[in-house]
């Protein structure tokens, strides 16, 4: 999909903004399609591939970034009141690293 200008669709149609009420009505399928593809690109490609798919994350001062979270953001918003909780961030889990001895 890379090799063949994949990646060229595949952010084209995520930093879509949909303005008619019926393409809004479709845009919520269409993104967590494009979320699953890209996390799939992450997951599975290795060397350059991957590097490229890093790389469009970075173009246009990170605008595709932010067009992520804001997608997260929604998404996020949208499970926690359907779960009738507020979400939060993930802790991160550090242990500091112990000497040998």
Do not use: N
Request: glycine fraction near 4%; aromatic fraction near 6%; proline fraction near 4%.
């Amino acid at each position: 999909m890379i090799d063949l200008g994949g990646l060229k669709i595949v952010f084209g149609t995520l930093m879509f903004q949909p303005q008619s009420k019926k393409d809004r009505a479709d845009a919520t399928a269409t993104e967590m399609h494009l979320l699953q593809i890209i996390t799939q690109l992450f997951l599975h490609c290795a060397d350059v591939r991957y590097l490229r798919v890093l790389r469009k994350f970075q173009e246009q001062e990170m605008l595709k970034t932010e067009r992520i979270v804001e997608l997260l953001v929604k998404y996020q918003t949208r499970v926690s009141a359907t779960a009738g909780h507020r979400w939060m961030p993930p802790a991160t889990h550090c242990s500091p690293i112990r000497a040998a001895g």
